[in-house]
């Protein structure tokens, strides 16, 4: 089991009969770090899940860690998406495990999927060696995975990849969706770890970070999504 007296971060929830379901990642444990979970009633108090922790890959495609967990049901089930590296420790990608809707999201309810490839592993010059931190968006019985593209101020780009079923994915653009900024722009260094918000409206808000100094501060921002014939875009 990881070390989780290191580092805790990464949290994303669900609420699910008024409960709230937290998912988050060990750090700092290498090809160990994996997903865990834990739940809340009052959104404040937690208990961790006793089978911690819930997932990480197997494979000889991966190193067996995970983090960036990102959780979303769609077809009658839950799919849990996370980032993995190659046994290199050099390649960051993607891998996917589904649980049934009735989960208590305990690690025996998780089944990898594609378990003897990545999802979704660098291809495009803005993804460099690195596709990490995804986020989904369901529309129109499609996922829409926004992604980020290249490691930390190479510089992170956010990239939009599209799913029927969760498992094979097309990526709608060969160029970045959002790009870093220009010199001396406050995002130069990079546009990066994306998070799409739907509104209980069904309008669409794309959160991510930024810095122009490599790192040494942090803002984050956040645009509107509108949608053309199933392509997301900035402009209405």
């Known amino acids: 089991m990881p070390n989780m007296k290191k580092r805790l971060c990464a949290p994303g929830a669900l609420v699910r009969d008024g409960i709230v379901h937290l998912f988050?990642?060990?750090y700092g444990n290498g090809p160990k770090d994996a997903i865990c979970?834990?739940?809340s009633a009052d959104g404040i108090n937690f208990e961790r899940n006793a089978t911690n922790p819930i997932f990480h890959p197997t494979g000889d495609w991966n190193c067996g860690r995970?983090?960036?967990?990102?959780?979303?049901?769609?077809?009658?089930?839950?799919f849990l998406y996370v980032a993995t590296r190659d046994p290199e420790f050099k390649i960051q990608k993607l891998a996917v495990a589904t649980a049934p809707?009735?989960?208590n999201f305990n690690r025996g309810d998780w089944t990898q999927r594609g378990s003897d490839k990545s999802i979704l592993e660098p291809e495009l010059p803005l993804e460099g060696e690195?596709?990490?931190?995804?986020?989904?968006a369901v529309r129109d019985n499609k996922l829409y995975m926004f992604y980020a593209g290249g490691?930390?101020?190479?510089?992170?780009?956010?990239?939009?990849?599209?799913?029927?079923?969760?498992i094979k994915w097309t990526r709608l653009f060969n160029e970045p969706f959002?790009?870093?900024g220009k010199p001396g722009e406050w995002n130069h260094s990079e546009s990066g770890h994306p998070h799409i918000f739907t509104d209980n409206d069904g309008r669409t808000y794309l959160f991510y970070q930024g810095n122009n100094d490599k790192g040494k501060t942090w803002y984050l921002?956040?645009?509107?999504?509108?949608?053309?014939?199933g392509i997301p875009t900035f402009d209405k």
């Open 221 to 229: 921002s956040q645009k509107e999504v509108f949608w053309k014939n």
């Open 178 to 180: 959002l790009p870093n």
């Open 130 to 136: 690195c596709i990490e931190a995804a986020s989904i």
């Open 101 to 103: 809707l009735q989960t």
């Open 151 to 166: 490691y930390n101020n190479w510089p992170q780009q956010v990239g939009v990849a599209v799913s029927e079923d969760g």
């Open 66 to 78: 995970a983090i960036d967990a990102e959780v979303c049901e769609f077809n009658g089930q839950y």
């Open 24 to 26: 988050y990642q060990t």
């Open 37 to 39: 979970h834990a739940f």
